[in-house]
């Protein structure tokens, strides 16, 4: 029984900054690869930015230099913090990860979303 719960999202002026939050909950024995994925409206899921459980980075090229992913393993959590937002950063934002737990031993979970509006 593993879920992903996402946080922080809101309405926010351009320029403005957000971190979002997800904690994977469970008996979970560890997590290989983390990442965000949004979807705005009309357009298709994309993937915002990954994470090795060991640091390693990747970004999509409209969001690098502003957005940061970072992770804590003991907190089975990920973090995306977003600075200098863009009225086309408009989306829902979707956590997912790459989940080792008993029942099944290997399985990919996807949050529920959490929307993020960028409008001044």
């Known amino acids: 029984q593993v879920q992903l719960v996402e946080s922080g999202g809101g309405l926010v002026q351009p320029g403005g900054s957000l971190r979002l939050s997800c904690a994977a909950s469970?008996?979970?024995?560890?997590?290989?690869?983390m990442g965000w994925y949004r979807q705005a409206p009309g357009k298709e899921r994309e993937l915002v930015a990954g994470?090795?459980?060991?640091?390693?980075?990747n970004y999509t090229e409209p969001v690098k230099g502003r957005f940061t992913i970072s992770r804590d393993n003991a907190k089975n959590t990920v973090y995306l913090q977003m600075n200098s937002l863009k009225p086309e950063d408009t989306a829902v934002y979707y956590c997912?990860?790459?989940?080792?737990?008993?029942?099944?031993?290997?399985?990919?979970?996807w949050g529920q979303g959490t929307q993020v509006t960028v409008s001044s």
């Open positions: 994470i090795t459980r060991s640091g390693s980075t």
């Open positions: 469970g008996i979970i024995y560890s997590i290989n690869a």
């Open positions: 997912t990860a790459d989940v080792r737990a008993l029942l099944p031993p290997q399985k990919w979970y």
